[in-house]
């Protein structure tokens, strides 16, 4: 009769065992598809970043213009 207890144990360890291994690669997963999402979310962001920035420099130089303008049409 121990030897099926001792049997019962291990078969019921392996199952845990099993199912641990098997929460953990669905956990696996969703980190991956997070990773994913994050990764393209760093794109956005960049792309997003680069067009600010070219915005900045024209916005920059059309205020440059507008005070040269300014000074010759309007003298002081």
Same mark, same amino acid.
Do not use: Y
């Given at each position: 009769?121990?030897?099926?207890?001792?049997?019962?144990?291990?078969?019921?360890?392996?199952?845990?065992?099993?199912?641990?291994?098997?929460? #953990?690669? %669905? +956990? @696996? &997963? $969703? #980190?991956? %598809? +997070? @990773? &994913? $999402? #994050?990764?393209?979310?760093?794109?956005?962001?960049?792309?997003?970043?680069?067009?600010?920035?070219?915005?900045?420099?024209?916005?920059?130089?059309?205020?440059?213009?507008?005070?040269?303008?300014?000074?010759?049409?309007?003298?002081?």
């Amino acid at each position: 009769m121990s030897n099926r207890t001792e049997n019962h144990t291990i078969k019921l360890l392996q199952e845990m065992r099993a199912e641990m291994k098997d929460r #953990f690669n %669905a +956990i @696996d &997963e $969703k #980190f991956d %598809a +997070i @990773d &994913e $999402k #994050f990764s393209d979310l760093n794109l956005r962001l960049d792309g997003m970043s680069h067009i600010m920035t070219l915005m900045a420099g024209h916005s920059h130089g059309l205020d440059a213009r507008v005070e040269r303008l300014e000074k010759i049409v309007l003298p002081d």
